[in-house]
């Protein structure tokens, strides 16, 4: 896949994308955006191209009408770096679990103009999923939940699961993923 440094991106594409800048994500704690992207020129490449065994980029990166602007629904598209990183991960999850692992729409990437994207979180670095199914089961009560969260927490403590609930911060009908705020620079790529 080609690399690009965001900030060569057109003027409409950094301004929805927003590559480098600071973003608050909570009280206190700044990071920025990712600067380099993945050009994904059509719809097919990104259904051809395998992440791992069993993750194509498209599985990553399927959004629905959320994108804030028409811009992101055409291609190219560019999907930060780090999701090849998440792509191992769940590569990893899957083979604990012995079973196919399907995430939502809206569940892997979304930009920072995505209307599921204030305030800011890990999907914007395309290092968080939403896992709606694990095999034959349905990932929408405490008990399935609970269950997977357990086995993704096992695998390291970088990966964080939101607890089963409803209030803010938690989740009732998914399991949430990720590894948190994750910089990806390609080789070859400076960020003076």
Known sequence: MKIVDGLTLSSGHRALLRPG??????????????????????????????????????????????????LLHTFPHYVPCAVAVLARYLEEFRQRVETPVYVAVNGGYRSPAHRLSQPPNPHLWATAVNIYRIGDTGLDSQKGIERYARIAEAMGREIYVRPYGYAPGEADDHLHFDLGYLHSSPRGFTED
């Open 21 to 70: 800048e600071m973003v608050a994500v909570a009280e206190g704690e700044m990071h920025p955006l990712p600067r380099f992207f993945y050009e994904i020129d059509s719809w097919e490449h990104a259904k051809q191209t395998l992440l791992t065994p069993h993750f194509t980029l498209s599985e990553l990166i399927t959004v629905d009408c959320g994108e804030a602007d028409l």
